[in-house]
């Protein structure tokens, strides 16, 4: 069974930064794609940005030169920093990693506002 453990949501003022964490645990041997997916409320699940396994990134046009996604293959850990933050960039935020099949985070909670 494989865990994943989301940390480093809150609430920032707009313009703020945050960076989540997510870590992979237990029968896990290697890993593909890892991702954040992100949730508003009354909208459906999004793709926010994937990285593959050599470092490949992808992003959602509206997050794109504010947040960066990396991640530390020797911890099976991925990561999304977020700079210059908006109020609509607030949701629920999933992490989803890609190893013989698909594992999903609990979600963090990331809320911008005033």
């Known amino acids: 069974q494989v865990q994943l453990a989301e940390t480093g949501g809150g609430l920032v003022q707009p313009g703020g930064s945050l960076r989540l964490s997510c870590a992979a645990s237990?029968?896990?041997?290697?890993?593909?794609?890892m991702g954040w997916y992100r949730q508003a409320p009354g909208k459906q699940r999004e793709l926010v940005a994937s990285i593959t396994e050599r470092g490949r990134t992808k992003y959602t046009d509206s997050v794109k030169g504010r947040f960066t996604i990396s991640r530390n293959n020797a911890i099976l850990t991925v990561y999304l920093q977020m700079n210059s933050l908006k109020p609509e960039d607030t949701g629920v935020y999933y992490c989803?990693?890609?190893?013989?099949?698909?594992?999903w985070g609990q979600g963090t909670q990331v809320t911008v506002s005033s």
């Open positions: 237990g029968n896990i041997f290697s890993v593909n794609d």
């Open positions: 989803k990693v890609d190893s013989m099949g698909e594992y």
